[in-house]
């Protein structure tokens, strides 16, 4: 069992940059891999980011790739996006979660999900 708890989110100007946590606990933490999804006000959720169990690979959604970095440090089962260049269509509550990298659709692989944190893009 995972519990997942997302904190960082927040109103921020177009342009400007934010780092989301996600701190996980549980011992197995190290053996998932972790991913962050957002969710937008009437739309489905949807894939941002996801980083293999030992942090070497990762994959980008094409609407964040190059803005976003996602990493994570085992050592305080803690997971980090961080996003640069923010737009107002990055509204959303982002949610991270726990669970295999299963390449045809990342959401299915996902076991371990928080309760999201809203991130405010203003124009």
């Known amino acids: 069992q995972v519990q997942l708890v997302e904190s960082g989110g927040g109103l921020v100007q177009a342009g400007g940059s934010l780092r989301l946590s996600c701190a996980g606990s549980?011992?197995?933490?190290?053996?998932?891999?972790m991913g962050w999804f957002r969710q937008a006000p009437g739309k489905e959720r949807e894939f941002v980011a996801i980083?293999?169990?030992?942090?070497?690979?990762?994959s980008y959604a094409n609407s964040v790739k190059g803005r976003s970095t996602i990493s994570r440090d085992n050592a305080k089962n803690t997971v980090y996006l961080q996003t640069n260049s923010l737009k107002p269509e990055d509204t959303a509550v982002y949610f991270c979660?726990?669970?295999?990298?299963?390449?045809?659709?990342?959401?299915?692989?996902?076991?371990?999900w928080g309760k999201g944190t809203l991130v405010t893009v203003s124009s």
């Open positions: 549980g011992r197995s933490f190290s053996n998932y891999a």
């Open positions: 980083i293999s169990w030992r942090g070497d690979s990762t």
């Open positions: 979660a726990a669970g295999t990298m299963n390449y045809r659709k990342f959401l299915d692989g996902m076991v371990y």
